[in-house]
């Protein structure tokens, strides 16, 4: 099981979105560079050309409980680009019979409905990190699938 509380960028979230930290920040090497193979940073300046995005991670994860975690006002890890990246490896996850974010609507904060997917996403009302609220959220989530 994992869960990913504002994975953000090198998360979550959709790089190719360019939305937050993006690939520029993270792999400049003033910030986060040695954390990322050189080539990386090579993406920065033409996003189109990225062989595969976060979705591609997550549907990795598949079949195995993923809760992602975030902040409604935590731009910089982009919760939009996370749940985008949700949607789309929910599809891998229907293949082993789980389920994930369907539909277009992203939930609005502090709405737990999609907790209940292998494949869960949450959005607390308010920035990044964890916060108190959250952790009877991450206790249900791992009631329900440990």
């Known amino acids: 099981m994992i869960i990913a509380s504002c994975s953000g960028e090198g998360g979550a979230a959709i790089a190719r979105r360019d939305y937050g930290e993006n690939i520029k920040h993270m792999s400049a090497p003033s910030r986060y560079a040695y954390q990322f193979a050189p080539n990386y940073h090579e993406y920065s300046t ?11 991670l997550v549907a990795m994860i ?10 409604s006002t935590d731009y910089w890890s982009d919760p939009k680009g996370e749940f985008i990246a949700a949607q789309e490896a929910s599809k891998v996850y229907q293949l082993f019979g789980e389920n994930g974010p369907e539909g277009n609507e992203m939930p609005p904060a502090g709405d737990t409905s999609l907790i209940h997917n ?14 108190p609220s959250d952790y009877p959220v ?3 989530f791992m009631n329900e699938f440990l």
């Open 62 to 71: 598949a079949p195995r409980p993923l809760l992602l975690q975030t902040g």
């Open 118 to 131: 292998k494949l869960g996403y949450y959005m607390h009302d308010g920035g990044h990190g964890t916060i």
């Open 46 to 56: 033409h996003l189109e050309d990225f062989p595969f995005d976060a979705h591609s």
């Open 138 to 140: 991450f206790i249900q």
